[in-house]
DNA sequence: ACTTAATAGTTAAGCAACTTAACGACCTAC
DNA sequence: GTAGGTCGTTAAGTTGCTTAACTATTAAGT
């Protein structure tokens, strides 16, 4: 590690300074879930080269599958896209016969975005190894120490969301 | 859930269908390691608007960071991006005073990225409440636990493994 | 009932960031 | 010293996003 030798004297408590000295085992966990993420990254996108559909396109479908047909104005804040983004990302996922649009049975306006069932059905089956796997693995674990996991990941979860708490109060403050 | 109702009446075992349920807090579990994709995810962005930086040239920051300065050549697999893509983040980098470009000390091909220390520094302070977080969250663990969380971890970073590595072999064979 | 305003989805024009291919500069080996 | 490979950059083209404008439909006001 050869970053910020000189610089950075001294300004405050600062206890994560390269890869945690104080308690080695603890900085590993950290890297492991840093791993979790790459790793999971990294099979999403092995996912969408098999379905052969962009990221946004997986993710779109992702939703569907999991919160099942929704309209483009239901999924465009899910993936984070504006509305007319949705619109192209819906368009290719119609052409690519991934999905299909049907109108709202009461409102018609609105269109219903339907993931097709061959899609759903492979898109199940190259998840099923990862979803299998971890849910295999947790069940593996005697109860006391799944629930010491759940813990430790919901105190994760906690740290996370108040980073990102604090940092929506700080762009509120423009200091 | 109001998916797959039709379709896949009986080909294999299917133990995860829709949220597993022949262990709640198994199924929990899982769940929770999706939030903190998600989570990590949504920090990263908020993190990318903090610095004024793309998602691209924050994590080639990161990396730069992390693993100190390095070569495009270096950055780009990290990036998952072209050589020439990685050319045009460097250039970002440098216009916004986040980098800068060095000349290889004995190769005269090659050119060294190097982070700027104030770029770092902010960096390292918006970063610093989730790694200390989690570091201190894993800390305060009592050292059995500590190893639990561990090996579940471990266990899971496995299962992401054996999938990639099932998907890539799958590619080699193209049925 | 008719007009006004709001909502849903799409289209249009423009922009940001990626790709592959081709280049000049440099190193390495024969 | 020349031949071939590597490094970074440049060029041309593609993809996928954005905002703004437009159409169709619904809801609300009078």
Redesign the pocket.
């Known amino acids: 590690m050869t970053f910020m030798e000189d610089e950075r004297k001294s300004e405050g408590p600062r206890r994560v300074q390269t890869a945690g000295h104080e308690h080695p085992t603890a900085g590993a966990i950290g890297n492991q879930l840093r791993a979790i993420g790459a790793l999971s990254k990294a099979f999403e996108q092995h996912l969408g080269r098999t379905l052969a559909v ?1 990221d ?1 396109d997986l993710e779109a479908m992702e939703h569907l599958i999991l919160s099942g047909p929704m ?3 239901e999924l465009a804040p899910k993936l984070g ?12 996922l119609v052409a690519s016969g991934h999905a299909r ?1 049907e109108p ?1 049975p009461t ?5 219903v975005i339907v993931p097709s069932p061959p899609s759903v059905a492979r898109a199940f089956d190259a998840l099923m190894p990862v979803l299998n796997g971890v849910a295999d693995a947790a069940a593996d674990l005697p109860p006391q120490h799944r629930d010491i996991v759940g813990a430790f990941l919901a105190s994760v979860i906690d740290v996370y969301e108040g980073a990102l708490e604090a940092g929506a109060a700080e762009a509120d403050t423009p200091a």
């Open positions: 962009n946004t309209t483009p104005s896209i504006s509305n007319a983004a949705t619109t192209f990302s819906v368009d290719r649009r709202h409102d018609r306006r609105k269109t």
